[in-house]
């Protein structure tokens, strides 16, 4: 049996995706989602945790129209490890709508980064959490390397359980660029808004040293099914720190995930339940994306 024999495979989005209850602004973006294009396999690193179903950019498109996001920021996922080139090829062929996060190792060259910007990204991912998703020898090459993006405007995505920082302040001040947490946090509701290290979080987050997307509120959450609602306190306490520092997006095609597969309707719809009107939601969908992506 060889290594790949092993990976697990992860179910597909749920297909029929609803609208969202509330009234979407023009150029809302989902910045988080990823695609898994057909025949892709050769891509797949065989470090990756999860084999996925195929996904793909018009998938993609079909379910953004249900929901009415009309931009995107496609993230690289950690199977493909470094190999961004169904990444880049989405994203340059929709510069006026879609932005993209890569995953690179040191050994990149300037010229190659610079390709990469004119292509529509915008930043690399640093997964520390899935296998096959932490191109660096540890966090400290990382932020060693935010120097060399630091010229381009970007920033350094970290997934990243942020309760687990010793001392996150610390961490943050080491980066060149703008860091942004996904999936709140990555906190699981056990530990809650409570936990010393999310506390240490979300006073970074206040202090504007970082933001957060509102991603894979499933993936922190102790509960089956949408609303999820035992993450509604750590996500008011969030928009509470910071709402200039925070961004919306659905983790399509949800990889990875075990339980019951969420709508992403109904993921959309805890924006209004997590108590942000109207003014908020717009903040969150179109003004700070276009603030921190440059759309």
Avoid at 25 to 44: L, R, V
Avoid at 52 to 58: F, G, H, K, M, R
Wanted: proline fraction near 7%; charge should be negative.
């Amino acid at each position: 049996m060889s290594t790949t024999d092993t990976i697990p495979f992860c179910a597909g989005p749920e297909p029929d995706t609803r609208p969202p209850k509330f009234e979407m602004p023009d150029n809302a973006c989902d910045t988080h989602f990823h695609i898994f294009p057909e025949d892709s396999d050769h891509m797949m690193t065989p470090r990756r945790s999860y084999t996925p179903p195929a996904a793909s950019l018009e998938m993609f498109y079909k379910m953004a129209e249900r929901l009415g996001t009309q931009r995107g920021v496609l993230i690289q996922p950690s199977i493909y490890a470094e190999d961004n080139s169904a990444l880049v090829a989405a994203t340059a062929a929709a510069p006026d709508t879609l932005r993209g996060v890569v995953t690179v190792t040191s050994a990149i060259t300037d010229r190659e980064l610079e390709d990469f910007h004119a292509a529509g990204v915008r930043g690399i991912r640093v997964n520390i959490v899935d296998s096959g998703g932490m191109p660096f020898r540890d966090l400290d090459e990382a932020w060693e390397f935010t120097s060399r993006i630091e010229g381009l405007g970007w920033h350094i995505e970290l997934l990243a359980h942020v309760e687990q920082f010793e001392d996150i302040g610390a961490a943050l001040s080491r980066s060149k660029v703008p860091v942004i947490f996904g999936h709140l946090g990555y906190t699981n509701t056990s530990k809650g808004v409570a936990d010393p290290g999310y506390q240490r979080f979300l006073a970074c987050l206040a202090e504007g040293r970082c933001w957060v997307k509102l991603t894979g509120s499933y993936r922190i959450s102790n509960k089956t099914a949408t609303p999820y609602d035992d993450v509604r306190p750590m996500a008011e306490a969030l928009l509470e720190a910071n709402s200039d520092c925070i961004v919306w997006g659905s983790d399509w095609p949800h990889p990875r995930h075990a339980g019951l597969m969420p709508n992403d309707g109904a993921l959309l719809d805890q924006l209004e339940e997590w108590g942000a009107d109207a003014k908020l939601r717009h903040k969150i969908l179109v003004t700070n994306p276009e603030r921190f992506y440059g759309f």
